[in-house]
């Protein structure tokens, strides 16, 4: 390097820095109590070869301290549901006097689970994200109520099931039978909804990395949900989440567990194919 | 029923003579993306048009765009170019096509459309989430965006 490269380099981290802009993501690595790494970038699937090189957690776009609570189950606000999901994986529940637990033995048994989920599945001869799953256990094994797409049982539970698979990475199939509903989930990721008309891509493909007024643009991965946010102290589903990015663009959103967020889910899922199973996670 | 629907009509005509002048969204000529004609031959107020590029309420312009002449507003945003010397780059009939709708003069841009009322897929009702209803109008009003171009008229390099 020259002296005139290096002074023009010197010269704009300075300008760079002084008007605060400094957006890159972080360059950090996450490895959680010590032994579960998690891959926060690598490269992008196939199908997103055109978009995009490589594909990055929601992870590395947050402040050192906000980064440093997920290091750690005992700092992880969100591990607390975890616990209380623990407790309703294990205690009986509905008509047929039945836990979790009775059918499928320990929680750490879901293991793998949450990586290839939303899935087609054969016996239901649809696609399935795992709240449905669960709600599916509930009503036609245990004989109990089904959970709120988006409440508080669900989105522990979810918690719970996400987190014996951290450090496994996502793949969500794409095609074969599923493949209809990944495609409509692809069209709605790029259409430009609402009075703001934006869409998805608008700020998460072609702006990842930029502010947007307050906010540091991530690239919207799903791998580390649930998130527990410190903006609102509770875990938070993805389809809650889609739901407050599509009324930012001022629209009339689609409702949590919908045909178009399931679609939606499994579009944005298999974005982030290779990236680990993260949740819960923690954002601002 | 006779009488309520007189006194609609009658509140109708005041409305429009009022605002006789102004052009509706969907009558905007656009000669390159550019607009000649003021929106509402009322000339814009450029302190008006400051407060509206920054507020969050208004045209919260500040979210994508930096003005460095507008320091007190903390966290502006940096998806489109910084505003400074628009007023040099873009003649006054540029700057109210780009602020009315800038999808003309910069094809498939992410920047909003301010003045405009149909063609939305999905419309809500402000920021609730809800379907839009028959209330639904441009982002911003005609006299609105006139301030804000003359308000970025004055960013001079």
Known sequence: MNKFTKGLGACMTAMIVASGALADPADDTLVINDEIEIVTRTAAPAHLSDALDEVMSGWLFRGAETRDMERDDFDNAGMIFVEKAEDAWNTADGSAGKSCADCHGESTEMAGVRPVYPKYVEAAGEVRTLEMQINDCRENRMGAEKWKYTGGDMVNMTALISSVSRGMPVNITTDGPAQSTWEQGKEIYYTRFGQLELSCANCHEDNYGNMIRADHLSQGQINGFPTYRLKNAKLNSAHARFKGCVRDTRAETFNPGSPEFVALEMYVGSRGNGLSVEGPSVRN | ?157
């Open chain 2, 1 to 157: 029923m006779r009488v309520s629907i007189y006194a609609l009509v009658a509140s109708v005509a005041v409305t429009t003579s009022a605002f006789a002048a102004e052009i509706e969204p969907t009558a905007v000529s656009y000669n390159d993306g550019a607009v000649e004609m003021s929106l509402t031959g009322v000339a814009g107020n450029p302190e008006e048009g400051a407060k509206i590029v920054g507020s969050k309420k208004l045209g919260n312009c500040v979210a994508c765009h930096e003005v460095s002449a507008l320091p007190d507003i903390a966290f502006q945003g940096m998806i489109g170019p910084a505003l400074d010397g628009a007023g040099d780059r873009w003649s006054e009939a540029e700057l109210r096509g780009i602020v009315a709708n800038a999808k003309i003069m910069f094809e498939g841009t992410m920047m909003p459309s301010f003045y405009k009322d149909t063609g939305y897929i999905r419309p809500g009702k402000a920021y609730t989430g809800k379907a839009a209803d028959d209330t639904l109008g441009p982002l911003l009003s005609a006299q609105q965006i006139e301030d804000v171009v003359a308000y970025l008229a004055t960013l001079k390099d």
